[in-house]
């Protein structure tokens, strides 16, 4: 899909958002692995709507060296999507995801390339530790690896981000997936296939801050259950018929006191409290059913995943 003739071994993606004090050093740091693996190989660049001069320092690289390669999407759509975007387009026999704000670290693609050849369709980089991350991100993380594996059935491998290494047939196969709310890691642990992990000690962002804010990390989890699990559906089900049992024993009792008793209940308190109540749970189970409504609304949508607003490749696949 590039100007390249021979075979490309293996590709690289790297989406960017506001990443212009990283790329150089990110490119100089990939670049290097790649040659003394003495493979050949494609780095694309996604550039993700970012609002700095990464996409001027994306063009300056691309110009130096000519097999590297970017996409400019139209805007931000978010991290899921920009790598949706890249393996879109990758032509090597295996693709390496990874972040470009080298919390990722490129010296661990030979690892990863080695147990790729070892026979594994899969090779993904498990956190050992996480330096330089707050508390809170990181007990947000730990718990949702956890919440997740719990809520489906599929085996979403724990504390593992999209840090990996894929063979062209995962590519083809994520290609085939049509839904427009990502959750690649999830994606891919569906497919089976022969997976390993490679363990690594993730370090700090090098420069910048981080694109996954509070607001972005809640849609990413609610992606992950809404795609992958329908426990949360069975859960108001199931919370609606002990509810609906709990009011029949009540009224049961009401009927008991007022025939039996002689007590009318006049009490505004446990009204008030039954209400309150009664309206958080529909509340609440309104907005679960909402998140599955607002993700078939989407799909059923059908606009294109992104727009390339420009490219330096070849043959780029046509808006979507
Ligand atoms: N990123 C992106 N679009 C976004 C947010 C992030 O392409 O909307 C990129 C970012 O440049 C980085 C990777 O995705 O290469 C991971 O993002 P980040 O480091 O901000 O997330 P964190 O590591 O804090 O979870
Ligand atoms: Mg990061």
């Known amino acids: 899909m590039n100007t390249l003739q021979k075979p490309i071994d293996i590709s690289v993606i790297a989406p960017i958002y506001n990443e212009e004090g990283n790329i150089e050093e990110f490119t100089n740091r990939v670049l290097k692995v790649l040659n003394q693996m003495a493979l050949t190989y494609e780095l694309i660049f996604i550039n993700d709507g970012s609002k700095d001069q990464s996409l001027l320092k994306i063009f300056k690289i691309c110009e130096a060296h000519e097999n590297v390669f970017f996409i400019n999407l139209s805007r931000n759509f978010g991290h899921q999507i920009a790598v949706s975007a890249g393996l879109d387009h990758v032509s ?62 599929i085996d979403i491998p724990l504390d593992t981000g999209d840090f990996r290494l894929i063979d062209q047939s995962v590519v083809k196969y994520l290609r085939l997936m049509p839904e427009k709310n990502k959750f690649l890691r999830g994606q891919i642990a569906w497919l089976g296939l022969q997976q390993t992990a490679v363990f690594y000690n993730r370090d700090e962002r090098k420069v910048g801050v981080t694109g996954y804010p509070f607001k972005k990390m809640m849609r990413f989890a609610l992606d992950g259950i809404t795609g992958f699990s329908e426990v949360p559906l069975s859960f108001v089900t199931r919370l609606g018929f002990i509810i609906l049992f709990i009011s029949f024993l009540v009224i049961l009792y009401a009927f008991y006191s007022h025939y039996f008793l002689k007590v009318t209940i ?3 308190t446990s009204l008030m409290v039954g209400i309150m109540f009664m309206g958080g749970i529909q509340l609440f189970c309104l907005g679960i059913i909402g998140e599955y409504l607002s993700r078939m609304n989407k799909n059923s ?20």
Not at 114 to 119: A, F, L, V
Not at 305 to 317: F, G, R
């Open 92 to 153: 090597g026999q295996c693709t390496v995801i990874i972040d470009s704000d080298l919390q990722d670290p490129p010296e661990l693609i030979p690892t990863l390339y080695k147990k790729y050849k070892e026979g594994n369709m899969v090779v993904y980089a498990r956190r050992n530790k996480r330096k330089g991350e707050s508390f809170f991100k990181l007990l947000s993380a730990k718990l949702f690896y956890r919440i997740i594996r719990k809520l489906t059935t």
């Open 266 to 268: 006049t009490g505004w």
């Open 301 to 320: 949508m059908n606009r294109p995943l992104y727009i390339i607003e420009k490219t330096n490749l070849v043959s780029p696949k046509e808006n979507a």
